[in-house]
């Protein structure tokens, strides 16, 4: 499931902060990898249309919202 989804560059549902990580990179935030792992949402800040953000429960992907199409 999840380290299928990596190799493939897609965020899925269960996924781990970790496996988020390695498609995305981590959300530009300071902070070390522990802290950022602890956050429950996590924003990837761009001009429109390209944000996005994931939001984690108990350290498992519960909801990624993925960057969207200019109308």
Do not use: C
Request: proline share 8%; aromatic share 12%; charged share 15%.
């Amino acid at each position: 499931m999840g380290w299928q989804a990596v190799a493939h560059r897609s965020v899925v549902i269960g996924m781990t902060h970790e496996m988020v990580a390695a498609v995305l990179g981590y959300p530009a935030h300071y902070g070390t990898v522990a802290q950022l792992d602890r956050l429950t949402k996590w924003n990837y800040d761009a001009p429109t249309p390209f944000q996005s953000s994931v939001t984690f429960h108990e350290g498992r992907v519960t909801e990624y919202d993925p960057p969207g199409n200019q109308p």
